[in-house]
């Protein structure tokens, strides 16, 4: 039977496309119930108080889908050996997002967070409330609950019927911001729109 494109389009209903999608950062990724009065987040990192851009997923205009990996080791038994999987390994996340807004609080607003949360995270004894240097500060690391959120990278189809339909939802659990990576300033780029990429670190993720 001869291939046809035609027949191809026809039997295909529904398909992902890589320009259709939002990366949403949620809420506290553990749940604190019997972890003590230690163990709390900050409120800048409570649902409520994510800034909406990052909340709905608006201004992250690139990101790749993470490596997959297993770790193994050799099983030598009677001939040659057996690669036996260990563990699963997961590469960063590289998110990069637009550095814009509807006025100079909201354009600031989504860079601000991230250092904001790195600040947090090694380097500030208060909850992230405060800002300036600080020459006094202890610069401890925070508690690993109060800094890991939960967040969302879901596909649409252009067949979709609205955000709330996406066609694959991969959930990244215990993630926080690593890296802010460099950015490049140039007076040769005056049309462009200024971006950032942040690389994510996260334990594990999964399809919901």
């Keep these: 039977m001869s291939f ?15 320009a ?12 604190h119930a ?12 409570q649902p409520q108080h994510i800034p909406r851009a990052l909340a709905e997923g608006l201004l992250c205009h690139q990101i790749t889908l ?9 099983e030598y038994r009677h001939g040659p050996p057996r690669k036996v999987a260990t563990a699963v390994n997961f590469s960063d996340l590289d998110a ?44 401890g690391p925070a508690y690993y609950e109060n800094y890991v959120l ?3 990278l879901k596909v649409y189809s252009p067949q979709s019927a609205g955000v709330a339909d ?3 939802t991969f959930r990244f659990y215990e993630l926080y911001p690593l890296t802010l990576n460099p950015i490049q300033f140039s007076w ?11 690389s994510f670190t996260y334990r594990v993720w999964e399809t919901v």
Excluded at 20 to 31: A, D, E, K, N, T
Excluded at 115 to 125: A, N, P
Excluded at 188 to 198: D, H, I, K, N, P
């Design 66 to 74: 993470p490596a997959r990996s297993l770790t193994t080791s050799d």
């Design 188 to 198: 040769s780029s005056q049309a462009e729109v200024l971006s950032f990429t942040v």
């Design 166 to 168: 996406p066609l694959e």
């Design 150 to 152: 939960n967040a969302d």
């Design 20 to 31: 259709r999608y939002f990366f949403q950062l949620s809420g506290p990724s553990i749940v």
């Design 96 to 139: 990069s997002f637009y550095w814009t807004g509807t006025n100079k609080e909201t354009c600031r607003e989504v860079h601000r967070f991230f250092t904001k949360w790195q600040s947090y995270i090694v380097g500030r004894e208060d909850d992230g409330t405060q800002s300036g240097y600080d020459m006094n500060s202890f610069y």
């Design 4 to 18: 046809s494109v035609d027949k191809l389009l026809s039997q295909t209903q529904e398909f992902a496309s890589p």
């Design 34 to 45: 019997g972890a003590g009065p230690e163990a709390s987040p900050p409120p800048f990192l």
